[in-house]
């Protein structure tokens, strides 16, 4: 008999059936360790968190935030520093960013994959949540 999955790991397997637009565009291009040859996950439980993106080998986290998040910026904050307790470093792009300009975000994701440390990048009206440009 197989153990009862945790309420994060149910989470993270509704929300792969139910991915966004965006979700499924940038996965198209990270998923079979295309860019870099780095292995990504998606929606992988970290914490009590499920990262939209994961690089595990390489410590990295993409999320990708829609509208929704333009009043959690505090939310965001917690999460990401939750994640880095776990060892990971953190990119966001908003959703509108990863379908209008696909080849910038993969670009700047490229570019976290092979810095210890992410880009610094101008905040995009959000606090202090930061975003790449692309």
């Known amino acids: 008999m197989k153990p009862k999955a945790s ?3 149910g989470r993270a397997r509704d929300l792969r059936r139910r991915q966004t637009d965006a979700e499924r565009l940038l996965w198209s291009r990270l998923r079979d360790r295309r860019p870099s040859g780095a292995k990504f996950r998606r929606q992988h439980p970290i914490g009590r968190y499920v990262a939209d993106f994961v690089c595990p080998e ?8 829609g ?3 333009l009043a959690g910026a ?5 999460r990401t520093e939750q994640l880095a307790r776990h060892g990971y470093r953190v990119v966001r792009f ?3 960013e990863v379908l209008l300009r696909t080849d910038s975000v993969v670009a700047a994701i490229l570019d ?3 810095s210890p440390s992410p880009p ?4 995009q009206g959000r606090g202090k949540t ?3 440009r692309g």
């Open 58 to 65: 390489r410590g990295l986290v993409i999320e990708l935030d």
């Open 7 to 9: 309420p994060t790991t």
């Open 120 to 123: 610094p990048s101008p905040v």
């Open 112 to 114: 976290a994959l092979e």
């Open 94 to 96: 908003w959703d509108n």
């Open 130 to 132: 930061e975003k790449p």
């Open 67 to 69: 509208s929704q998040h």
């Open 74 to 78: 505090e939310q965001d904050r917690r």
